[in-house]
């Protein structure tokens, strides 16, 4: 069965730093694709990262340049660096993870992490 779970949320102050850590319960390299979505109150949820089974990265236009997405995979996690956080990052973030075709193939989601971003 296919868990993942997050962690590393909690309040950071406008311009600071917070690692986001998504642990899958199976070999990352099941998956074709992972990343990161947000959802914040009264919004739609949003991609945030990506990161492809050979390491492309995809980021949203609002993160671009602040956030960072990369993987382990020795410990079968995914990790979102969160530098230069604005107030507009507080959301619950996700980690999803999609593998193509075969008996587990689909979209699996974690429980998300709330991330605060207040002075």
């Known amino acids: 069965q296919v868990q993942l779970v997050e962690s590393g949320g909690g309040l950071v102050q406008p311009g600071g730093s917070l690692r986001l850590s998504c642990a899958a319960s199976?070999?990352?390299?099941?998956?074709?694709?992972m990343g990161w979505y947000r959802q914040a109150p009264g919004k739609q949820r949003e991609l945030v990262a990506t990161?492809?089974?050979?390491?492309?990265?995809n980021y949203g236009d609002s993160v671009k340049g602040r956030f960072t997405i990369s993987r382990d995979n020795g410990k079968n996690t995914v990790y979102l660096q969160i530098d230069s956080s604005k107030p507009e990052d507080t959301a619950v973030y996700y980690c999803?993870?999609?593998?193509?075709?075969?008996?587990?193939?689909?979209?699996?989601w974690g429980q998300g992490t709330q991330v605060t971003v207040s002075s």
């Open positions: 199976v070999s990352i390299f099941s998956f074709n694709v």
């Open positions: 990161i492809t089974i050979r390491g492309n990265t």
């Open positions: 999803n993870a999609k593998i193509t075709g075969g008996p587990l193939g689909g979209d699996y």
